[in-house]
């Protein structure tokens, strides 16, 4: 990636619109999203949950003042592997104007260092089946596809 440089940050209540835009701005997110003015309280809500929990984090992609990706970070402890805390990683997006230009690399990487900083002993993420370029992009970065994931929709 040429030219400025994005910084990743934790998200501020200003974003959530720019964050709800980028969730809907794809086939998936068009169909179970809504980005229409005034935001749905549901969105505003749930960001208040997530900036005051501190094993979650919304982060975005910053570049010259403009949110052109985000993703939410979850830090799990757990019994299992003696007691290891885990990264997760979901709702990965990056503007359409800024697809292929290594910003995804990036802010991955950035998310997993600071898994690391946090103590996590492993990061998992999931992504729909029909996501191929996602499940290539990210076995490209390492990951790999050791389980299956499940879904229960409970119709809220």
Known sequence: MSGPVPSFRPATAADVAAIVGLLADDQLGAAREDASLPLDERYIRAFDAIDRDPNQMQVVADLEGQVVGCLQLSF???LSFIGTWRGQIESVRIHSSMRGSGLGQQMI???VGVC????CGLVQLST???REDAV???EKLGFTNSHFGMKLSLDT
């Open 109 to 111: 990487t950035w998310a």
């Open 76 to 78: 799990i402890p757990g």
């Open 128 to 130: 729909h089946q029909s």
């Open 136 to 138: 290539r992009f990210y």
């Open 116 to 119: 690391r900083e946090r103590g």
